[in-house]
Structures are given as C-alpha cells and as structure tokens.
C-alpha cells in the first residue's frame, strides 16, 4: 500500500498498535490458520469512552461471518475499524491491532484510501450517488485511474451484483429512479467494481422488503466464492440463514464467536442463550 500524506500521519499517531499475538485468545474465540483480517486486543475510543473492549478475532476468507447483538454493542463500530472509516471521526482512537492478510492497517505507512478499496462497505440505507446508473458503478474506478476498458468492468460489477439484466437498458439513467432494493446492489456493485477484498455490509437488508432482501442474501451467497463478507444484522434468522460464523456482542465485548449452527443451537455462554431465545436485546 502507499504512503500517506502528512495528515493521515497525524490521525496515525492517535493509534497505538501493540506486537500480534495468539497467546491470550479467549477459549471461545475461534481461530482461524489463514484468516484475510485478525483483531488482537482491539479497543476503539470516542473521546474517553471506550465502545469496544479488547477484542480478539479471526474473519476466515471466502466466507460469511455476521456480528450479532443488542443496539448499541459496538457491532457497527467493530466492522468501521476493518477499513479505518472510523478515522473520518475526530475524536475516535483505538487501540490494539487490526491485521489484513497479515499486515497493521493502522501502520503510519498505510495509505486508508487504498484499504478501503480493498476492504469495501455497504452501508444500511442505500446511497447511491445522483448520478447515471453508469456513473456510480465506474465512480471507483474513475478515483483509482482505471486504465482497462471501463464499460467492461461496469457490465461485470452489475453482473456480479445480480442486476446487469435489469439495468443493461437504464446506464444513462439517474440511480435515483431505481429501486431500494436495486439500489442496495448498485451499491454492492460499485464496491465490487473496484475488486476488493471484502466486503463489509452494515445492515444491508434492514431498510428493504422481503423479496428484496431475499435478492441480497441470495447474491451473498453467490459472492462469498470469490469475497470474504461480514456482515452486521439485528436479523437473527438472517445471520443464520447467512452467515457460516456468528460473533455475538454486547456492551462493546465479543462474547462469542463460533460456526453458525453452535451458535443458534448450542452457544457456551448464557448471554449467547439468552440473546438468542429473546429473553433480553
């Protein structure tokens, strides 16, 4: 990754990042062999008041990993810190490590442009650009000086976002006109554009009606052979109709994270349980 300008530096230097470890793992904290991102003792800050309390975890690559929990758990905030959008927040700071195929994405040499190119985001409300259906696929594209053929890669991110057939005769209209629901996979289509890494979904489904969202769970799916995904849902019968892992927070802790089915069936801690079966969240 590139350089940093002078006052990306300064934000860096809000962080501190200890050595990575394994050795003090929680006995309920899965890990990975090869994961695409790991957390070692992740604490993220606004101000003096630490939301997220030293966090450990590994995201397995090419699968759906959904973080789960009350309001106000830190679900969002966690997955802000995979691709540094909490450095657009002044008084946030953190503290541990956040590791992307083994490197310190908060090192002061790591450009966050370029690691949120990797490491892309789809957030709740979809939020198209009111620009043509074109122009918001190849806006990524434009920023990097893309230098292939353009209208190729658009055709194949709105491919890959399972909306090709239904746009190929609206690229010069406004994305505005388009649905929710195709709205939300233009979004994931202009972060597909770009070839990340991962995606990064913040409640991509909360704001869309039921078939819509049966489109976006089928076409994640689709995408988790190629991508690795993480997803953040109050949905609990859509993390488990989703996800292959589920981490379930609360009050800013990772309480547990284990493969999907142990979860929803047999989690280990009570909180888990009771989360689960509603008896508080």
């Known amino acids: ?90 008084i946030a700071w953190c503290e541990g490590a956040v590791l992307f195929n083994g490197e310190n994405l908060y090192a002061p040499e790591v450009d966050p442009v370029e690691v949120r190119r990797r490491i892309g985001m789809v957030f709740q409300k979809p939020n198209p650009f009111p620009k043509s259906v074109y122009e918001n696929v190849a806006f990524g594209l434009r920023v990097n000086r893309y230098v292939g053929t353009l209208g190729e890669r658009v055709e194949g991110a709105l491919r890959r976002a399972a909306l090709w057939d239904e746009v190929k005769d609206r690229l010069k209209d406004s994305a505005l006109g388009l649905s929710g629901g195709q709205q939300q996979r233009l979004c994931i289509a202009r972060a597909l554009a770009v070839e990340p890494d991962v995606i990064l979904m913040d409640e991509p489904a909360s704001a869309l009606d039921p078939i819509a969202t049966g489109r976006i769970e089928e076409l994640m799916h689709e995408l988790k052979e190629n991508y690795t995904i993480i ?51």
Do not use: C, W
């Open 1 to 90: 990754m590139s350089q940093t300008d002078s006052a990306a530096e300064t934000t860096m230097d809000r962080f501190q990042v200890p050595a990575f470890s394994d050795s003090r793992e929680p006995r309920h904290i899965m890990v990975h062999a090869d994961p695409v991102i790991a957390t070692q003792d992740l604490s993220i800050y606004y101000g003096s008041a630490k939301t997220i309390h030293n966090i450990s975890m590994t995201v397995p690559r090419k699968k759906i990993t959904a973080l789960i929990g009350p309001s106000g758990s830190g679900k969002s905030t966690l997955i802000r810190a995979f691709n540094r959008m909490n450095d657009v927040i002044p």
């Open 231 to 281: 997803i953040v849902t109050h949905n609990m019968q859509q993390a488990a109709r989703v996800a292959d892992y589920t981490a379930f927070m609360n009050l800013g802790q990772l309480i547990e994270y284990a493969a999907t089915d142990k979860i929803f069936t047999n989690p280990d801690d009570e909180r888990t349980e009771a989360y689960i079966t509603g008896r508080f969240g």
